[in-house]
């Protein structure tokens, strides 16, 4: 198993920038295709990017095409997600996962590790 821990999140002004981080332990981020996700109050929680574990492949949600960027340290066995320009309907609990698989997937219930969350607020 792998124990997953997001950190970075915080209140950011419309435009800033932020770098998420996914602390991993117990086994190494580079066997697990990663994701992250975000859940915004009374929303479903929705894919933003993936990165697969055999060819780092990234994927994206179109919302964040351009501004966001995963990628990981397989020595720090962190992944993280850049994030840019930062509007307000980025605000959300952003949550990083782990699946076995080698292809990034857009469903959540895809994933079988999740870390507890960190909370993004970005005013305007």
Not at 82 to 97: E, G, I, Q, W
Request: hydrophobic residues 35%.
């Amino acid at each position: 198993q792998v124990q997953l821990v997001e950190s970075g999140g915080g209140l950011v002004q419309a435009g800033d920038s932020l770098r998420l981080s996914c602390s991993a332990s117990g086994r190494t981020v580079s066997r697990y295709t990663m994701g992250w996700f975000r859940q915004a109050p009374g929303q479903e929680r929705a894919f933003v990017a993936g990165i697969s574990w055999n060819d780092d492949n990234t994927d994206y949600a179109d919302s964040v095409k351009g501004r966001f960027t995963i990628s990981r340290d397989n020595v720090k066995n962190t992944v993280y997600l850049h994030m840019n320009s930062l509007n307000v309907d980025d605000t959300a609990v952003y949550f990083c996962a782990a699946r076995t698989g080698s292809v990034v997937i857009v469903a959540w219930r895809d994933y079988d590790y999740w870390g507890p969350g960190t909370q993004v607020t970005v005013s305007s």
